[in-house]
């Protein structure tokens, strides 16, 4: 029974390691490609389709910005799309709670609600986020992403960047 | 002088005590102890996220289902994440206002679902209907006069239920499933 015992041992380092791996994904940072060319140029996303999905760039998450859900302007974060819970979408946050914000494209100012924040890509041609769906709870938003992991030609960390005149806060 | 060699003595003695402690052996254990502690805390994370998990609740929104100064109640994840929460499930999530509050509602309309409501029983009986969004659910505390719920804050998105509440497990007098059905006020 060498092998059996061997399997055995294989599988319980296998599910120790699984363990130990979902945990510090869920906590602490996780990896994840990015899809669709909604944040271009930031990041350089893959088509849907295989094998273009090995081409995209890969992100790294934090998850320590959950603990006390404090986010500053122009951060990158992935949250949960409000019209589809298992699909989750990475864009950067333009306004925070209490904000006045100017919706583009329309000359209409509105103020963000308590606990939500509004979101946009970078590249607003080919982008659905908080301009089509309005503004969203930031109980949905699942991390934050500070840098670039992969292609190595494109490592490095994930700016700040705000849209000028767009917001204010009082 | 006598002194002097007896200090180097003494240290000398230390210093094969201190030489002859297995330090190997200790370091090694000491490792074993560690990751086992870190297993540990790794299956009670997994558990807790992803099957069932305690909660204390409290507040009048949800009398007389759930009493006002607390109740442990065991929550399970695992209907959140498939999708498959139903209309009468109590509910645990993310208040939409604050997403560092937990707050506990039942869920009374399901995405498509028109659900009819009172604006404000204290005001009387006036009444609005809509229609709940694709990807959202309308959420009511059982005490419709004290509680902040989807009447307040509108219809809120599925992600962010925690998970369903389907046992009390405290206080014991309390012990037993947490029903589907609304019990009036």
Known sequence: M???NSLWLLTKKTLTGALIGVTISDRYV???PVRGSSMHPTFTGSSTSFPGSLKGDVILVERFCLQKYKFSHGDVIIFRTPTNQKQLFVK??????GD???VPESSEILQIPEGHCWVEGDNPASSLDSRSFGPI???LVQGRVTHVIWPPQRIGQVERKMPTGRISPY | MAVGSRAVAWLAGAARRIGSVPWRNISAEAVDRTLLVVKAACFAHVINSYVVSLALVRGPSMLPTMNLTGDI???DRVTARWGTVAVGDVVLLRSPENPRKTVTKRVLGLEGDAVTYIVDPHKGDASKTLVVPKGYVWVQGDNIYDSRDSRQFGPVPYG???GRAFYRVWPPEGFGFIG???TSL
């Open chain 2, 73 to 75: 109640i065991a929550v």
């Open chain 1, 2 to 4: 060498g092998t059996g």
């Open chain 1, 92 to 97: 950067r946050l333009i306004a925070l709670p």
């Open chain 2, 160 to 162: 962010l239920i925690q």
């Open chain 1, 137 to 139: 709870p930031l109980g």
């Open chain 1, 100 to 102: 006045w914000i100017q």
């Open chain 1, 30 to 32: 996780t990896a994840s």
């Open chain 2, 180 to 182: 589907q059905k609304v």
